[in-house]
């Protein structure tokens, strides 16, 4: 079972050296847009030396050659995984797999974000589908175009390892423990939700970062992950 994502949704490269803190074991976490375009690559470089496994969550979407210069880029900094959004279509996730050619890092494509309703996609993206057939499409396409797996919500995940096979990766972000807030995310679900519904990463941010013991919320939720309580 791989161990949950840790969301550093912080602004800071000091309060990540102060999360970083609380922990004995190398972790896997996440680092998104607020805190990469606030640190920069030197504080990739930093959370390596330490020993943690990182998701590069900076979503590209961009024209083909653009993506595929800047997978290029990020390689050289040794994440171990990367992500672009699906709806920049086949072409584009082929030319950012490209990109990475030289490195083992993988490669996933959001599909629909976990704060999109379905309603929300009808009239904000004039996508008349479903929301399950809209991921389901763009998660085939993602395989198509040889990537690693998607970014979905746990209400997708089973569908799509039905459809793309158990070694298609599923990163699934909206857990939350039973009595944490949803806050802005519509499409959430709890830890063992998640391992039930065919989940290969669940993404954890503020029911650890924000938790008064952040060691101690992180192993329960790891425990419960793992269906080893």
Not at 1 to 29: G, H, R, T, Y
Request: hydrophobic share 40%.
């Amino acid at each position: 079972m791989n161990k949950p994502i840790i969301a550093l949704d912080f602004a800071s490269k000091q309060q990540v050296e102060e999360f970083l803190a609380q922990f004995s074991e190398p972790l896997f976490v996440k680092v998104g847009m607020e805190l990469y375009y606030q640190e920069g690559p030197e504080l990739i470089r930093y959370i390596k030396s330490l020993g943690h496994e990182i998701f590069l969550d900076l979503k590209l979407h961009d024209i083909p050659n653009t993506v595929e210069s800047a997978m290029r880029g990020l390689s050289k900094l040794g994440v171990d995984m990367v992500n672009v959004h699906a709806a920049g279509g086949l072409e584009m996730m082929k030319a950012a797999k490209r990109g990475l050619a030289d490195s083992d890092t993988k490669l996933i494509a959001v599909t629909q974000l976990t704060s999109t309703s379905e309603k929300q996609m009808h009239e904000d993206q004039w996508i008349y589908v479903s929301l399950e057939e809209s991921v389901l499409h763009y998660a085939k396409r993602a395989m198509q175009a040889g990537l690693d797996g998607v970014v979905c919500s746990v209400l997708e995940a089973q569908a799509i390892r039905d459809a793309c096979g158990q070694e298609f990766l599923r990163v699934t972000p909206g857990i939350r423990p039973a009595a944490v807030s949803a806050d802005d995310q519509k499409r959430i679900a709890t830890p063992a939700q998640a391992r039930e519904k065919g989940s290969s990463h669940i993404v954890v941010g503020r029911a650890i970062t924000k938790a008064d013991n952040p060691s101690e919320s992180y192993s329960q939720i790891a425990t419960e992950w793992s269906g080893h309580q």
